[in-house]
């Protein structure tokens, strides 16, 4: 049973084919660096030190994920285009149940990719507890520290923007599955900070540009009704261009969860692309296998030149 729960949890087992190495380092040449100047707002202990586990019982596309927990310390890592520069700049926040994150498959991996397509990546290592434990970082409002860290990170983009070669008005965000309910809450959480001001970088807009979510989760929470959106995703007209992908079979997060967002923003006019598969499950990120929900960057690549985010 441990790789189905691996799969539709991202619960990072500490069994005894895991890995573990002490706290989580970028790639040569990349650095994380603090969000939090000070005290981090809303500070919850955590059990111990941070831990990567490499779950070498649960494969995607035939390779293992590493998996990060125990982070009461949130840190951000840009990754900017070697060759050609859009302008574009995409806060990745990785998926793990808000108890931990996915840090290659959904973190990494992604800004490879982003990168390799003259985009910069800003990867959020936000806050969680680890496997099972308590209190989970997320999400939004039954505990504020991820959405937090992700408006506090939007700010940090758009300040650093010109330093960054950014452009400032075309920040966006993509997350999965918990990272994809986070994208939500960023989307629909933006006028106003959830913590004091502790900079100048938190005068800037936290409202992303462009939204992509995959397999998210959550978003039929604090709901009575069989198909009605999380009342604390509170879309209006404000709320960014979104793209949403998912497979029908997805055993954690069904398709509801991207067809009530959906529903909710065609309803005010925002503008939403949504592709639903039939197969796919959960927690595949940009692992290229025989099923055809694999190929969905080039989805997002195409949307993305036509909401002028990138160049066709």
């Avoid at 992700?150 to 599955?177: C, N, Y």
Wanted: charged share 15%; net charge negative; proline share 10%.
């Amino acid at each position: 049973m441990k790789p189905l729960i691996f799969a539709l949890c991202f619960v990072f087992a500490l069994g005894s084919l895991s890995a573990q190495t002490p706290a989580w380092q970028p790639s040569p040449g990349h650095t994380q660096v603090p969000i939090w100047p000070g005290a981090v707002p809303d500070a919850r202990p955590v059990a111990g030190p941070e831990v990567a586990t490499t779950d070498k019982d649960f494969l995607v596309a035939g390779r293992p994920v590493v998996g990060v927990g125990q982070v009461p310390k949130p840190t951000m890592t840009v990754y900017s285009p070697e060759e050609k520069n859009t302008g574009a700049a995409v806060v990745v926040f990785p998926g793990g149940g808000y108890w931990a994150l996915a840090i290659d498959l959904e973190g990494t991996e992604v800004c490879d990719w982003l990168t390799s397509k003259g985009i910069t990546c800003v990867l959020l290592k936000y806050r969680v507890p680890g496997e099972g434990l308590f209190p989970r970082s997320g999400p939004y409002p039954k505990s504020p520290m991820a959405l937090e860290d992700a408006q506090r990170t939007m700010g940090l983009v758009r300040f650093h923007a010109a330093e960054w070669h950014i452009d400032p008005h075309k920040i966006g965000v993509l997350g999965f599955s918990a990272g994809g309910h986070l994208v939500a809450a960023i989307s629909t959480h933006f006028e106003k900070r959830l913590y004091p001001a502790v900079d100048a970088a938190d005068k800037e807009s936290c409202r992303p540009d462009f939204a992509v979510a995959l397999y998210p989760g959550h978003m039929l929470e604090n709901t009575s009704k069989p198909f009605e959106l999380n009342p604390y995703v509170p879309v209006t007209s404000q709320t960014p261009p979104t793209f949403l992908l998912q497979a029908e079979d997805d055993p954690m997060d069904t398709v509801r969860n991207s067809l009530v967002y959906y529903a909710a923003l065609k309803k005010v006019g925002v503008p939403v692309e949504m592709h639903l598969y039939a197969h796919g499950g959960h927690a595949f990120g940009l692992r290229r296998t025989k099923l055809p929900i694999t190929g969905w960057p080039q989805l997002v690549e195409a949307w993305l030149g036509t909401i002028g985010m990138i160049s066709e």
